[in-house]
């Protein structure tokens, strides 16, 4: 099986991309904390993956007008599910989903506008709709800063306003952060109806819709339907471009910072162990830089795994220095070099997308 495997970077200046709500530990109730994991006495900022996963899904419907997110509905305060149909719906199938109603509340569902939007469940013999469940084809890691860093506490007021002014206070901070990727290819266009849970992906009502898609295929062994191939690199390919667009991240408005990758490092291999989750570091001053070491070995270990060239995305202007010395690395190593190619990271992931476009890739990669 493939896998389109990746690691990227986003450059955070000042911002604060992503809140814990507020600071319990402050006397001021009008604080806003910043996720952080703390180690001993360092901090080191974070993005959770469940955020990163909400950028990329909201971005992907403006990239590309064929990505229609599916319908949600929220059942409870602690509830809430998509259409979870992935054959209409691009993000149920390479997001995955877990659509579990709760069994006391069918009569309510069904009277309900909202929930009728979402493609029905099959019932058992008393009436109650039967979960299905989707692994995520795609995955993503927590963004973490690659080195400590010290967070800024900064305080302000609200003054457009007669009398006292409102005080009130937030956290941000300067970093690097660093998050794995990978896209399971078999997995994306491919749904299963094996009764077992995180692959009963397909019901009765969504196997009927599946035999609907023309072209579609039957994978008897496997109990799975797969999309016809063009529809897969489709959404493979949609993936991808959101990507190379991001946009998202809270205090925007304050902290306004471009989260697309400021540098990328991705090929798709054979196995889904990820082979660059340490190519990239802090250097002793805490800044980011490629462990050139950490790639040779990689190239070396897993040289039989690749099954594209190593695509490197690198804005000119970040990390100018690094970047001047993977170049010499490059040139000093041309058998590496011939592995590699090096430009801006929507370039990069252009050039992923256009390897789609080649038949013979595409079917040995979508196997």
Request: aromatic share 10%; glycine share 6%; proline share 5%.
């Given at each position: 099986?493939?896998?389109?495997?990746?690691?990227?970077?986003?450059?955070?200046?000042?911002?604060a991309?992503?809140?814990?709500?507020?600071?319990?530990?402050?006397?001021?109730?009008?604080?806003?904390?910043?996720?952080?994991?703390?180690?001993?006495?360092?901090?080191?900022?974070?993005?959770s993956?469940?955020?990163?996963?909400?950028?990329?899904?909201?971005?992907?419907?403006?990239?590309?007008?064929?990505?229609?997110?599916?319908?949600?509905?929220?059942?409870?305060?602690?509830?809430?599910?998509?259409?979870?149909?992935?054959?209409?719906?691009?993000?149920?199938?390479?997001?995955?989903?877990?659509?579990?109603?709760?069994?006391?509340?069918?009569?309510?569902r069904?009277?309900?506008p909202?929930?009728a939007?979402?493609?029905?469940?099959?019932?058992?013999?008393?009436?109650?709709?039967?979960?299905?469940?989707?692994?995520?084809?795609?995955?993503?890691?927590?963004?973490?800063?690659?080195?400590?860093?010290a967070?800024?506490?900064?305080?302000?007021?609200?003054?457009?306003?007669?009398?006292?002014?409102?005080?009130?206070s937030?956290?941000?901070?300067?970093?690097?952060?660093?998050?794995?990727?990978?896209?399971?290819?078999?997995a994306?266009?491919?749904?299963?109806?094996?009764?077992?849970?995180?692959?009963?992906?397909?019901?009765?009502?969504?196997?009927?819709?599946?035999q609907?898609?023309?072209?579609?295929?039957?994978?008897?062994?496997?109990?799975?339907?797969?999309?016809?191939?063009?529809?897969?690199?489709?959404?493979?390919?949609?993936?991808?471009?959101?990507?190379?667009?991001?946009?998202?991240?809270?205090?925007?408005?304050?902290?306004?910072?471009?989260?697309?990758?400021a540098?990328?490092?991705?090929?798709?291999?054979?196995?889904?162990?990820?082979?660059?989750?340490?190519?990239?570091?802090?250097n002793?001053?805490?800044?980011?830089?490629?462990?050139?070491?950490?790639l040779?070995?990689?190239?070396?270990?897993f040289?039989?795994?690749?099954?594209s060239?190593v695509?490197?995305?690198?804005?000119q202007?970040?990390l100018?220095?690094?970047?001047?010395?993977?170049?010499?690395?490059?040139?000093?190593?041309?058998?590496?070099?011939?592995?590699?190619?090096?430009?801006?990271?929507?370039?990069?992931?252009?050039?992923?997308?256009?390897?789609?476009?080649?038949?013979?890739?595409?079917?040995?990669?979508?196997?």
């Amino acid at each position: 099986m493939a896998f389109v495997t990746g690691l990227m970077l986003i450059d955070a200046p000042a911002s604060a991309l992503n809140n814990a709500g507020r600071d319990e530990s402050q006397s001021d109730q009008n604080t806003t904390a910043i996720k952080a994991i703390r180690v001993g006495r360092d901090l080191y900022p974070y993005v959770s993956a469940q955020a990163f996963r909400y950028w990329l899904r909201t971005t992907l419907p403006k990239v590309n007008a064929a990505w229609v997110n599916a319908p949600t509905y929220k059942e409870s305060s602690n509830l809430a599910y998509t259409a979870a149909d992935p054959i209409h719906y691009w993000d149920d199938d390479l997001f995955g989903y877990m659509r579990a109603p709760q069994g006391s509340d069918t009569n309510k569902r069904k009277t309900d506008p909202l929930y009728a939007k979402l493609t029905p469940l099959d019932v058992d013999s008393k009436g109650k709709e039967k979960a299905v469940t989707r692994v995520s084809p795609f995955r993503v890691s927590t963004l973490v800063s690659v080195a400590p860093v010290a967070i800024t506490q900064h305080f302000e007021v609200m003054t457009r306003h007669e009398g006292d002014p409102v005080p009130y206070s937030s956290q941000f901070y300067r970093a690097t952060l660093k998050g794995l990727f990978s896209l399971d290819l078999h997995a994306s266009g491919t749904f299963s109806y094996r009764d077992k849970t995180g692959f009963r992906n397909l019901d009765d009502v969504r196997t009927r819709l599946a035999q609907d898609v023309e072209g579609i295929k039957h994978l008897e062994d496997e109990k799975s339907y797969r999309l016809p191939d063009d529809m897969r690199v489709a959404r493979v390919k949609a993936l991808f471009e959101g990507l190379a667009q991001l946009e998202g991240g809270a205090k925007q408005s304050l902290h306004y910072t471009d989260v697309s990758p400021a540098l990328l490092i991705l090929a798709v291999t054979k196995g889904g162990n990820h082979i660059f989750g340490h190519v990239v570091g802090a250097n002793s001053k805490g800044q980011p830089e490629i462990k050139t070491a950490a790639l040779e070995e990689a190239l070396r270990v897993f040289a039989d795994d690749l099954l594209s060239p190593v695509y490197v995305g690198w804005v000119q202007g970040y990390l100018d220095d690094e970047r001047a010395k993977f170049t010499q690395f490059l040139a000093d190593n041309p058998v590496i070099q011939q592995h590699i190619q090096v430009s801006h990271p929507r370039e990069a992931l252009r050039a992923l997308v256009n390897a789609f476009n080649d038949s013979d890739n595409a079917a040995q990669w979508l196997a």
